[in-house]
């Protein structure tokens, strides 16, 4: 079975990629979401984390750190992957994913509006996951 994958991205994800491959996972609002041939129709907005690309059967899958987006499947088994930031996720360094992660906690704590503490908290959401990623590598 084999489902297409596009991915796309102002980051470090090619800019365009289409490829077929057997499965793609996505970090969902409700959990991490597989998407394989003839999966339903589904938009799901992404949260930080790991989109990992099966292209086969006993392959080494390609995993890719997300800061968020949203993925797309279509009936015809194709995945749209629109995401904001995306790196290879053994291109992440775990002390510079923990000095950011203390930095926007400072800037939390500094918050002096609404905006600032938003903007924070995002900081702080992302370095989170790519922690947890790291770990789970």
């Known amino acids: ?23 793609v996972t996505i970090p969902g609002g409700d959990g991490v979401m597989g998407v394989v041939v003839e999966h339903q129709p589904a938009v799901t907005q992404m949260e930080p984390g790991v989109v990992t690309v099966f292209e086969s059967a006993g392959a080494e899958p390609q995993k890719w750190f997300v800061s968020g987006g949203f993925a797309f499947v279509h009936a015809d088994s194709t995945c749209d992957i629109a995401a904001v930031e995306a790196v290879p996720l053994e291109h992440l360094d775990e002390a510079a994913a923990r000095e950011g992660l203390k930095k926007y906690q400072a800037d939390a704590n500094a918050a002096t509006d609404d905006v600032e503490r938003a903007y924070a908290n995002i900081g702080i959401d992302v370095h989170e996951a790519m922690i947890d990623a790291l770990a789970q590598a």
């Open 1 to 23: 079975a084999q489902t297409s994958s596009l991915a796309s991205s102002p980051g470090s994800f090619p800019a365009v990629r289409t490829a077929q491959v057997d499965e």
